[in-house]
């Protein structure tokens, strides 16, 4: 039975992966406005058009109630100015549930925040480990996760890891990738864009070259951001080789930069190498459609980003994964997925690039990721309350 009092829940975004998260979670509380009062807090941490505005525009997630206004800074900085600054909200609002989503600083800060208030934490993907703590993420999903009341979860992997923890299986809720509820939503806008017309809007200037027409399945994407890829001088420079002499002449490489990794292009002085090459688009950091169009339609996806991971599973892209290891191995080949890591050594990637250019699309998608997550988080509340 409901009660007649609404349920208080106040849910974080903070950073770009953030967005598509959290976008089907307040659409379908918003279905339920007798149930349920709720407020949208931004912590800031991205702040760039492009890497937030653009999202909740594209996402059609309502303007924040309250923007903490973080930015960038160091990661006890961004952690300890959010702490600060989301203690007060909190104390302002009483919330009863707080919920955050994903892996970034602002989830982490917020969790932590949460529960020195003594309000209930819910974490939407939880359970993801890539067992690697030199990765900031893998450290604020163990914090996140160990604080967490309510658990939901993507896969069954994921709750296998909880329950190896200690989690109680009571908590443990799985309910699918709500990413992949965005992603249903918006893929028919997406498909309608043309990669043409959008990546010469966005081209930095002086790097679009007079290329053919991008034709799908005759293109590659590159997208890269993680310490461990763009920190480095010689691994970042061993990677532009591999792409301006092995990749951009073989399938066009369209690269849509993120802030950190222009810097790091910039500042190592491989930018003038990498702008003036044929066969290479760079483009500002493109908005959520833009780039479900390119995933829709890229030959081979190159990347770091756990996301387009997932994506690339759902829509069959061949996907080498720059990394190490990886929180979400239901994306793998092994697993039935598209994707495969190939960390940062160049022997690796040149080879596996070879072998994804001429796969076939192989779409795969995991139990629950079927679109209907957010349906199933809410419907949790709904017989809480
Ligand atoms: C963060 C997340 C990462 C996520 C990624 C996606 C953490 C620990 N990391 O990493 O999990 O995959 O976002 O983008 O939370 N910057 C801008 N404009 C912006 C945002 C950032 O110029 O709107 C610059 C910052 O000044 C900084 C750099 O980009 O120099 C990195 O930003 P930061 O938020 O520290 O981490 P990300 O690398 O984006």
């Not at 997208?223 to 092995?246: M, Q």
């Not at 092994?334 to 050594?345: K, W, Y």
């Amino acid at each position: 039975m409901m009660s007649h009092r609404k349920l208080k829940i106040l849910s974080v975004v903070g950073a770009r992966p953030n967005f598509m998260k959290i976008a089907p979670f307040v659409r379908q509380l918003e279905r339920f406005p007798h149930d349920f009062a709720h407020t949208l807090v931004h912590t800031g941490q991205h702040y760039d058009a492009s890497m937030s505005e653009s999202f909740f525009r594209d996402l059609k997630i309502p303007h924040p109630d309250v923007d903490l206004e973080i930015g960038s800074g160091s990661h006890a900085e961004q952690v300890g100015k959010t702490m600060i600054a989301f203690e007060k909200v909190v104390r302002n609002h009483k919330p009863d549930w707080i919920v955050v989503v994903g892996d970034v600083n602002a989830t982490c800060a917020c969790s932590i925040t949460a529960k020195k208030e003594h309000i209930q934490l819910a974490h939407i993907e939880s359970g993801l480990r890539s067992f690697d703590l030199d990765m900031p993420e893998e450290i604020n999903r163990m914090v996140t996760d160990r604080l967490s009341d309510l658990l939901f979860t993507t896969d069954e992997l994921a709750d296998a890891n909880l329950l190896k923890e200690g989690v109680p299986a009571h908590r443990i809720k799985r309910v699918g990738n709500i990413m992949i509820d965005s992603l249903e939503e918006h893929r028919l806008t997406a498909a309608s864009l043309h990669p043409d017309q959008f990546c010469a809007a966005q081209a930095i200037p002086g790097a679009l070259h007079p290329n053919p027409p991008l034709r799908d399945n005759r293109y590659s994407v590159i997208t890269l951001h993680r310490p461990s890829n763009v920190d480095d001088k010689d691994i970042l420079g061993e990677l532009v080789a591999f792409l301006t002499t092995d990749v951009a002449p073989v399938l066009p490489l369209i690269w849509p930069l993120h802030p950190r990794t222009r810097k790091q292009l910039e500042g190592f002085g491989f930018w003038e190498t990498l702008r003036n090459c044929p066969g290479v688009i760079l483009t500002q950091p493109l908005g959520y459609h833009e780039m479900l169009r390119l995933t829709l339609g890229a030959k081979v996806m190159l990347t770091d980003s756990g996301g387009l991971q997932e994506e690339c599973c759902v829509l069959g892209t061949p996907c080498l994964t720059l990394r190490k290891n990886t929180e979400r191995p239901v994306t793998l080949r092994e697993h039935g997925g598209a994707s495969i890591l190939v960390g940062n050594d160049i022997g690796t990637i040149r080879q596996e690039f070879r072998l994804a250019a001429t796969l076939p699309r192989a779409q795969h998608s995991p139990p629950l990721w079927d679109g209907h997550t957010a349906e199933r988080i809410v419907a949790c509340f709904r017989e809480l309350n």
